[in-house]
């Protein structure tokens, strides 16, 4: 039987392994720059895609990126403008005492007029990513090309498929996900914390006008959000105990929705189930390191963290803004962008940001998802400082849109 895809020959500048959302915008990107790129695209092109119920909160400098690629016009009528970010202590505080983290009013200026970011639902995103890699001339898609091993020599590294078709390359980024089977090929080990609980993700109507405000309640097993959608939708993110999420998500719709009213209607409002529900397992996982010989790993085959925050895809993104400065950086002054130089420079420019989010997730999980005596008031006084303190407002509003210096090109 035929291959349903052709390998090049010759020697290609990148191959991109995994065609999730990091994977598609560094191949787009890296295509658009002149590198020749080739994407290998594990998913079955024959197979239904998978229930995705989650809508990112995509920030303002990965909003930046993802325009570069093309894709904001096939996201118009989906995404909601994120304004800003309300929090409150269900343990500590009564309801209805929200504490407003930040907003738009924090953030310079953006000349385009954005706001602090822009709420994106996970499918449409995908869609939108898939439909520009198809029309990026010259990128190379296999579709439905699994990665199985790689061989590495001085001057280049060999990606070897399911199939046993061979790809020589002179960088492989690894974007195939959480359980990367590039990073376990290369026997790069992983910092693993299981959180024991799940997050309930599923889209909601809403009676009270959510005003583009992203809101987290605050409770002892785990925070309860949510986040806007078009047409006064919002997408819940809801955390329990592992086997609670996905009971719930197993019950009849009308049972949910008597479950979601009867413990947060006075937080969130009457709230109406619109589309599918699915609980997702809640883990982190680091891995120890970034970069092997002629190989990058990008999100979440680098780094899948608590998605309490919002900011697991926003890192992988930051990745692809980094890696493609560091290749067309070397490009320029004549180097190789796939030798240990500039992969070294790509891992001190991501790891420490990285690992330094996770580990501040993890942080914040652990500080407000219990009732313990001793941190109730401290968080509490903790979201008051974050409230009245213009120039920490600031700080946080910046950080989270990924509004800083230092920079890649990509994302300012
Ligand atoms: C409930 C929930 C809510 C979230 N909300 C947010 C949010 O608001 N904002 C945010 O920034 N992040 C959020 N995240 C995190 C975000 O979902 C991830 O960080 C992001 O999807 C990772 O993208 P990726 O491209 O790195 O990996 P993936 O999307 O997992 O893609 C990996 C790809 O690699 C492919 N692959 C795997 N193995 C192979 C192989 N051997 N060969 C070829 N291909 C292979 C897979 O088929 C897949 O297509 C959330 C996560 C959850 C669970």
Redesign the pocket.
Known sequence: MSKPYEVPDGIVDLVV???????TSLAILATQRGFSTVL????DPSAIPAMDT?????VRG?WRLLGATGVHPLLEGVTEPLNGLEAVDGGSHAFGAPFVLFGNEDLPEDESGQPLGQMVP?ADLQRGLDRITGETEGLVWLRG????RLETGPASATVILQDDAKIETRLVAA???????VRQALGIGTEDHDYGKS?F?ANVKLDTPHGGIARQLFMPEGPFAT?PMPDNRANL?WYMKRGAAETIAAMPVEDIEAELNARFERFAGHMTIDGPVVA?PLKMKLARQMTAPRVAL????AH?IN?LA???????IKDVAALIDVMVESREVGLDHGAATALERYQQWRRFDATSVALFMDAIDRAFSNDNAVLKPLRGLALTAANRIGPLRRAMARQASADQTHLPSLMR
């Not at 090309?145 to 199985?148: C, G, I, Q």
């Not at 974007?175 to 089977?181: A, E, L, P, R, T």
């Not at 990008?298 to 085959?301: P, R």
């Not at 919002?310 to 992988?316: E, F, I, R, V």
């Open positions: 392994v995994g065609a999730g959302p990091v994977g290998v695209d594990g998913r989650r809508t990112f909160a995509i990965s996970s090309a699994r990665f199985e974007c195939d996900g959480v359980n990367s089977s997050v993700a986040l993110a997702y990008l999100g979440d085959a899948r998605p919002g900011q697991g895809l926003n890192l992988g």
